[in-house]
């Protein structure tokens, strides 16, 4: 081959030597990077290393996975939290047939159960569906209205939608309460609801808690509420809105994508 190429063989050698450190750099890096983010595919690893300026490709990530045997974890199954058989008004699905082009158009509400030690407690959260960021949450030992009215209300004081804005959630007891109805509207929301029965209307909601439960919650034992108003506070707010990277924005962290929107970097 050297003959052929008219390349000195000490040359050869060098640049094999070179690209085998190359490929022991890039190892180290990926074992680093799948460490602090044991959630993260290939799909995720791949663009979080270009983000730690290593140029390369997903095949080659996804065959380094493989034989240095860097599996993600797996999933646990949740339970349901929606109580749909009550008396109170329903409201037609909006949010299917709106996509949003900026940030606090469209918002998805959603409630989950955490495990503590020997109780259960409950997390709200409210969503913008533009930039996929928790703008609103609470964590609290009552799976009544007043819950997910928590993490509205701080929503609503952070974000301050214009009029005519979208809140989207299932049909629960808790977001059809008079309570809740009645901040929607002082917030001048239109109100919308997912079909019963079909949780693919709130899908992104779900999608999220979901992340919650097995990026946060599964991997930790809470003693008490107060420690997991802590934990999950600081997920969401440290780690999901500013660093983990969310696949239906390019790869960038919900946080980063609206900051580039806002200054005209990234199109609707």
Not at 75 to 102: I, M, Q
């Amino acid at each position: 081959m050297c003959e052929i190429s008219g390349l000195a063989r000490a040359s050869l050698y060098r640049k094999s030597r070179r690209e085998s450190e190359w490929e022991m750099n890039l190892r180290d890096a990926l074992h680093e990077a799948a460490l602090e983010n044991p959630f993260y595919g290939y799909r995720r690893l791949t663009p979080e290393l270009k983000r730690r300026g290593w140029e390369v490709g997903e095949t080659r990530i996804r065959r380094l996975m493989r034989e240095d045997n860097l599996l993600r974890l797996r999933k646990r199954r949740t339970k349901k939290t929606t109580d749909s058989t009550h008396g109170w008004r329903v409201y037609p699905n909006l949010a299917c047939e709106f996509t949003p082009t900026g940030p606090n158009q469209l918002w998805a509400a959603d409630i989950t159960y955490i495990r503590l030690v020997h109780e259960f407690v409950y997390a709200a959260v409210t969503l913008d569906l533009f930039s996929r960021r928790v703008v609103g949450w609470a964590v609290g030992p009552s799976l009544d209205a007043e819950l997910p009215l928590a993490a509205l209300e701080q929503a609503l004081t952070a974000r301050k939608p214009k009029p005519g804005w979208i809140h989207h959630s299932d049909q629960g007891s808790q977001y059809a309460s008079h309570k809740y109805v009645e901040k929607l509207r002082e917030g001048k929301a239109k109100i919308s609801m997912s079909r019963r029965g079909n949780p693919y209307d709130n899908a992104f909601a779900e999608t999220f808690m979901k992340t919650l439960k097995t990026e946060e919650v599964d991997c930790n034992e809470y003693a008490t509420l107060a420690e997991a108003q802590a934990e999950i506070g600081g997920f969401i707010e440290a780690v999901y809105n500013r660093k983990r990277l969310h696949s239906a924005l390019g790869y960038v962290p919900p946080a980063e994508f609206e900051e580039a929107f806002a200054a005209g970097k990234t199109a609707a």
